[in-house]
Structures are given as C-alpha cells and as structure tokens.
C-alpha cells in the first residue's frame, strides 16, 4: 500500500510539473509595435482678399481711408482653424491699442481744414459765429465717434449673426469702437478643419449741436451738424486680434502672449 501512494505522488509531481512548464504547442501571439501619444495644438489662420495667413503676419483688415459722415466701410474676413487632430477651438475677436493721430494734408498751410479749426476752436458758419466745441479727434476722443458693427457666422450655415453693435447706425444697441476695446467677445466653436468667416463695419454719424448745449441753428438746417466737421482729418488706428483657445474664456482672464 506504501508504494502505491508513493507512486501516486510521483506522478502527481510530474503531472504539476508539466503544468508549471513553459506552453509550447497550441499558443499563438500577436503583438502592436510602435504606439505612441501626442498632444496636438490649435492653429488659427485667417484669411483677408482670399489670402490665408499665420500669426504675425495677418495683414490690414480694415483701410477706412477717405471716409465722411454716413459713410460705412466694411471689411470681409475668414478664419480657419488648421490644428492637428479632431479638437473644437473656441473663437474670439479682440480689438485694441487705440492709437489717433492728426491726417496729413498739403492743401492748407496749417494742415488743417477751414470747417474743422472753425467747428473746434470758433468761427463763422454761414452769417452765424459759433463758439466751437473744442479740439476732438488727435487726443484719441475719435474712438468716441467710430460706430462699430461685427458680424459672424456662429452657427457655419453660411449666413452671418449680428454679434456687437447695431446695423442701424444711432439706434440703441450702437457701439462705438472706445466702448469695445480691450475686451475679449465670443465668436463661439471652430470645429477642426473648418473655416468660417465674418464682416467689421465702421462709420461716423453727423453730429448735431444739440449734443454741445447748442441752438444756433433748426434741427433741420444743414448747419446744424457742423460739429461734425472737428473730426476732419483726425485718424485712428488699432489691431485686431483672432484668439481661438482650447476652453471658454472666464470672464476677466488673463491671455497668455506666446515670446515672439
């Protein structure tokens, strides 16, 4: 009886040895080289005259040289986002850097028009002398004046959303470009691979007296406005910049500026 135990446990023992062993018959492998994980990165363009460009070198958008009272200027743009992957951006417009300067001209030995040194410092309209309403314009008081109006397609049907001012120039709702600067407005997602595009709208109204405490003509005299003529040949220039970020921006955040 001893020894048929003892060969019991024997062949248990190969048997368990066996299975502690290495497989060899019935297995197969199959293996995956060579994965591996990147990060990719948001890539705005924006393209002006059918032209694409990149950052820095997004040419003038807008050129409102030449304009008058009631006089709109508009400018087409598109934006495109380039990046790598499947990621959504979130798409921002961004105007700053008011700078306003005196407009060169050679016609008059001061630089300066008849109807704009009379509208600012006093002068004669007409048969009628006029006290003038001060100088407006170089001390960067046109921003005050320039009616701004932006357009989007948010939705990428193809037809553009109204997203800061009024079309109706003066109407409640009206922007003016001193009112939107330095703050960051929502143009909404810009999916990947996407291009979209939008429509900057600029103008001046005329300006009557009244808006001075002045009466020195009938609201419906065409002198009534000659307070407009102190914008004469006074410029402004500004930039605008497209920002499309990986989230919503916080109210009031900070945007970092990549060193150039």
Known sequence: ????????????????????????????????????????ALDLRVSVNDVEYDDPNVPTIIDASGAFPCCSKDAVFDVHNTGEGQGTGYLYIHLKDLECYEVPNTKHPTGRTEPEDVAENGGWVGNVWVDGIGPLGADCTLGDYIEVFIEYDLDGDGDLEPVIGNPLWGQ??????????????????????????????????????????????????????WPTNALQLDGAKFTIEFGLFQQPLPPGVQVYYPAP
């Open 1 to 40: 009886m001893k020894n048929v135990l003892l060969s019991v446990v024997v062949v248990g023992t190969l048997i368990a040895a066996g299975i502690g062993g290495t497989f060899a018959d019935f297995s197969d492998i199959e293996k995956s080289e060579n994965n591996s994980f990147e990060v990719g």
């Open 172 to 225: 409640p709702g009206t922007v003016y470009l001193s009112d939107i600067l330095c703050n960051w407005y929502d143009l909404g997602e810009l999916p990947n691979c996407n291009t979209r595009y939008g429509k900057i709208s600029m103008h001046i109204s005329d300006h009557s007296e009244a808006e001075w405490g002045m009466d020195y003509f009938p609201d419906d005299s065409p002198a009534n406005d």
